[in-house]
């Protein structure tokens, strides 16, 4: 997680300098490379350094693919069949999502941890040899000349830091010296940054797009959603074993609801996009995940498995019908020599709010159960029929937190405005966004 919040930006950047299929290949083939050395270790007690490494190694090819695939959508995909093409993308990552978990554990359990690694190898070789039949040759530039090194080693850093610090702070007091530094080096590098990449010839990340209010907020929400979601895809495995007594094996099997709704959403999405357009059913979307949402909030000691699945489905419909009218409306609103970077820019935002959603929503959890319990006069020794209703406040404080981020994403999407910069403007779409808000970007 470090290193791939670290690179994916610079990647994206690399990306529309020599081209993504490139990219692609050479990320798939890095990444084919680290799992193959994962899979080699026999004994962790004397090499794990040596799986950290190839980890490292993993991350750096995942930076890779996981910076430009949206791009690859937007720049080779035929406007009348790129919703669709997106639909499609939501619903196979939605399909690994819920089989990847499964297969993880049965390898682990009835062969050994090193088959986790080992199955990505020939995966990773057939994606080389198909990515390198079917996927163009995009436009390149002549060299990169003025690569911004400076703005790489900074979005690195404080990336880095940031990630680094989230999962701290389930053990350490915001206090301690560890979290002080990393969110000081956080600050500076971002500071820092916004600076260099202001005054840059040829940013990592051109900071004058968010200048467009339609694509700051479009950005904003899609931040919002993955961090509204953290929460729940977190805590809701331990709601299901402390609070409802669902064995793992069953709890696992529950939480395929969610992946089943994204899928079902995806492929929906993908359908009605071209008859819709993006902003009518990504609203539509947001009310579904705040119902969701809503839903999860309410759980309690008793409450019947049909309705977590129930809710699970709705978050996993709402996700899967929001992500591909939001990120087209992102990548549709800047110009196409940026492709590569704002991709990267839409894969930061998914994963980076989750890892830190996590140890937020954990802390909102602990701090819940420990002030209702003191409320309550609840101790450690009290008998079930006490402490697992606090146990479930505590969960319902934290899903809550996803529910009022649900509010701010639905007010924030009714506010965001189709707005479709030129290079995109396909036969019969007309631009609804307003000409001076376009100004910049048009320039650029």
Known sequence: MLVMAGCILVFGKVSDVIGFRSVFLSG?????????????????SHSFPLLVGSRVFQAIGGAMITAIAPAMVAVFIPDERKAGAMGT?????????????????????????????F???????????????????SATQ?????????????????????????????????????????????????????????SAGDPILELRLFSNRNFFMSNLVLVLVFLS??????????????????SPSVAGAILTAFSAGMMVGGIVSGSLYNRTGPRPLTIC??????????????????TTTGFIVTCLLAIGFGMGLLITPLVNMIMNSVSRTFQGMVSSLTSLERFAPITLGIAIFNLIFVQGVISIAKHRGVTESAPA????????????????????????????????????????RGKGRKNPGNEEENGVLQGL
């Not at 798939?28 to 962790?44: I, K, Q, R």
């Not at 199955?119 to 040759?137: E, F, Y």
């Not at 809550?400 to 405005?417: A, D, H, Q």
Request: charged share 10%.
């Open 285 to 302: 979307a947001v009310f579904i995940l705040l119902a969701g949402y809503f839903m999860m909030w309410h759980l309690k000691v008793v």
């Open 119 to 137: 199955i990505n190898v020939p995966v990773g070789i057939l994606a080389v040899l198909l990515g390198a039949r079917v996927i163009p040759a």
């Open 142 to 198: 002549a060299g990169m000349p003025q690569f911004d090194g400076k703005g790489a080693a900074l979005v690195f850093c404080g990336l880095a830091a940031l990630i680094f610090s989230s999962p701290k702070v389930r053990h350490w007091d915001w206090t301690s010296p560890v979290i002080m530094a990393s969110a000081v080096l956080f600050g500076a590098a971002l500071l820092l940054f916004v600076r260099t990449e202001l």
């Open 28 to 44: 798939f083939a890095v990444f084919t490379a680290g799992s193959f050395f994962c899979c080699l270790l026999p004994d962790l």
């Open 89 to 117: 993308v939501m619903t196979l990552a939605a399909l690994g999502t819920a089989l990847g978990p499964s297969v993880g554990g049965v390898l682990t359990e009835y062969l050994s941890w090193n088959w986790i690694f």
């Open 385 to 424: 029929t006490l402490t697992l209703p606090v146990l479930a406040a505590g969960f319902d404080v934290a899903f809550f937190g996803s529910f009022l981020l649900g509010l701010v994403i639905v007010v924030l999407t009714l506010l965001i405005r189709e707005d479709i910069h030129p290079d995109h």
């Open 229 to 246: 979601f953290a929460g729940i895809s977190y805590l809701l495995p331990f709601f299901l074993e402390y609070v409802r007594g669902f």
